[in-house]
């Protein structure tokens, strides 16, 4: 049987992306029972995947390659130029090694414990506030653990402004105007910040921990054996901390689930097992990364549709996690669902999909589930306040998404 694959008709679907925001992709593939449809973004025909089959083509390294596939404002802001997501093959390999050397147990549990000592100091210091906005906090507290694990010195009079840059890198990719070329001038500041501490660190100037973040940008060597200029070192030192302050709109999303249904908030101070669902859960049903690039390496034909060499490929993280196919009533919040399943290599994909070391996926899933499970269970275990009138509500046009509140607590308090 030939099927004929979908397609938008006519004119260019750029605006739709900012219309239909994390749906632009579920919203085309969905109900075609294939897991492919084209478009048209910047004038050119691109290839939109979904579906654990979309995400194992995209990440076939035979088929698909990310060197030219990150749009240039994407690398100005969120993550850098030169950096590991822009490589290919060897080099890339190589480079990614370098993140993958910092997730071991020792120091994933160092990271737990010290997820935790900020969460404590966080809330000595909010007794006695009126009013706290989590999502601005934790920018603040997740500054710090990131510093912290990384073994970057943070001075205490720095720390809202580097967690202010912080998220400007995150939010700016999306944003035009003002906003956008703030989160440049944030990336600027930061990467200034970041090459200082690795020169320092080579000169011997700074007293870096072997095995931390910091230490080990700083003394990586190339395929050709060469070091990183400092310009690199600093946007993969950033690759660490960044995404670290980015967790707390999980947190803040997971906050807003246990106010929900306050069943939850009993069963994670109870149940180590259904503290690692809900926080699988979190991250597989709220919305962060809605899509990612690659570029096609060749022309080849899969599930009917002619792909072409250099044609631009966006692979759906949002509806992926939301495809029926993979979840019963995706678009229920039910952490029970990760008993059972446990995610695999191509169907829980919020931060990216198939193998660590010979793709792209993020490195970062072990210490974000860390600093997950730390925080949820100090909010289950230790955490009590007032709940203001306000506004929870999220928008999924809105790329990055949040609770528009940002989660309003009043009268917080220790949990007796
Ligand atoms: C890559 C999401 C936390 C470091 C990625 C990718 C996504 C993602 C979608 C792209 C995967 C791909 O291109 O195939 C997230 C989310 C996080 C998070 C939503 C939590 C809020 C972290 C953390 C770290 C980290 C905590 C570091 C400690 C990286 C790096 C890459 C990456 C270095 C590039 C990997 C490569 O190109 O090979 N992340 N991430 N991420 N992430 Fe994360």
């Known amino acids: 049987m030939v099927v004929k694959v979908p397609k938008d008709k006519g004119i260019d679907r750029t605006y739709a992306i900012f219309k239909d925001g994390y749906q632009f992709i579920q919203k085309r593939v969905q109900n075609h029972h294939l897991d492919v449809y084209e478009t048209k973004i910047l004038g050119s025909k691109t290839a939109l995947l979904s579906g654990e089959e979309g995400a194992k083509l995209f990440y076939d390294n035979e088929r698909m390659q990310r060197n030219s596939a990150m749009p240039p404002r994407v690398l100005k802001t969120l993550f850098g130029e ?30 737990h414990e ?44 720095e720390t809202k402004k580097r967690a202010k840059d912080f998220n400007k890198l995150i939010e700016g990719a999306a944003k035009l105007g003002p906003d956008h070329f703030a989160s440049r001038r944030a990336r600027k500041r930061l990467e200034d910040w970041a090459a200082a ?16 973040a910091l230490h080990e940008m700083a003394v990586h060597r190339d395929t050709h054996g060469e070091l990183l200029d400092a310009h690199t070192a600093s ?12 967790i707390s709109r999980f947190i803040v999303f997971g906050a807003s689930a246990m106010r929900e249904n306050p069943e939850i908030r009993k069963r994670i101070s109870n149940d180590e097992h259904y503290l690692r669902a809900f926080t699988q859960e979190v ?29 631009l490929v966006l ?22 669902r990760f008993h059972k399943q446990k995610g695999g290599m191509f169907d829980l994909i919020p931060q990216g999909g198939g193998d660590y070391h010979q793709g792209h996926r993020c490195p970062g899933e072990w210490p ?23 506004d929870l509500h999220y928008s999924l046009r809105e790329i990055p998404s949040l609770p528009k509140s940002g989660f309003i607590m009043k009268n917080v308090r220790r949990r007796v």
Not at 88 to 97: E, L, P
Not at 139 to 153: D, H, I, S
């Open 197 to 212: 501490l690795i020169e320092k660190c080579r000169k011997g100037e700074l007293d870096s921990k072997e095995g931390s």
């Open 283 to 311: 991250r597989r049903y709220f919305p962060f990364f809605p899509f990612l690039g690659a570029i096609a390496v060749k022309d080849f034909t899969w599930q009917q549709y002619p792909f072409k060499k250099g044609q």
């Open 235 to 246: 946007v993969e030192l950033l690759n660490v901390l960044r995404p670290m302050v980015a």
């Open 368 to 390: 974000t589930i860390e600093v997950l499970k730390a925080s949820f269970s100090f909010m289950a275990e230790e955490l009590d306040f007032d709940l203001p009138k306000q």
């Open 114 to 157: 010290i997820t935790l000592h900020h969460w404590e100091q966080a809330l000595l210091k909010w007794q006695s506030e009126k009013k706290v906005v989590l999502f601005e906090e934790m920018l603040v507290l997740l500054t710090k653990t990131a510093c912290e694990w990384a073994g970057v010195p943070l001075e205490s009079k």
């Open 315 to 336: 692979l759906d993280l949002y509806g992926t996690n939301h495809d029926p196919r993979l979840y019963e009533n995706p678009e229920q919040f039910t952490p029970e």
């Open 82 to 111: 030169d950096g590991v997501q822009t490589l290919d093959g060897d080099v890339h390999r190589r480079r990614k090694n370098v993140f993958m050397t910092l997730m071991t147990p020792e120091s994933l549990k160092l990271l």
